[in-house]
């Protein structure tokens, strides 16, 4: 099992990037994922979050996220993506995808101990 994020890097204020995870390993549509940051000296949270789940997807966003952020999937390619627009400096941290059984824990959480899978990360530093 094993999840590769990709496509941090480097953003000046109100640039945009879109992170990948990359799913393999496991069945992709049996699993829930969710994006999870961590800034130096701060717990790691999650921000957003794609449920599969139901016989539809659905989201969920923290309120740092909402109306900047939006996660997708593509089922086909076992990847989900984070489009992030609006960046601000406070959006700088490690960003994590995890991956958890909608069959143990229904729906989205940011509970941390919910995730049986974790990414490597991908850094995101915002400039002003």
């Known amino acids: 099992v094993q999840l590769v994020e990709s496509g941090g890097g480097l953003v000046q204020v109100g640039g945009s990037l879109r992170l990948s995870c990359a799913a393999s390993g496991f069945t992709f549509e049996d699993y829930d994922i969710t994006w999870f940051r961590q800034a130096p000296g701060k717990e790691r949270e999650g921000i957003s979050c794609i449920s599969s789940s139901s016989t539809s997807d659905s989201t969920a966003y923290r309120d740092s996220g909402k109306g900047r952020f939006t996660i997708s999937s593509d089922k086909v390619k076992n990847t989900v993506y984070l489009q992030m627009s609006s960046l601000k400096p406070e959006d700088s941290a490690v960003y994590y995808c995890?991956?958890?059984?909608?069959?143990?824990?229904?729906?989205?959480?940011?509970?941390?101990?919910?995730?049986?899978?974790w990414g490597q990360g991908t850094q995101v530093t915002v400039s002003s």
């Open positions: 995890a991956a958890k059984s909608p069959r143990r824990w229904p729906g989205c959480t940011w509970y941390r101990g919910a995730y049986d899978y």
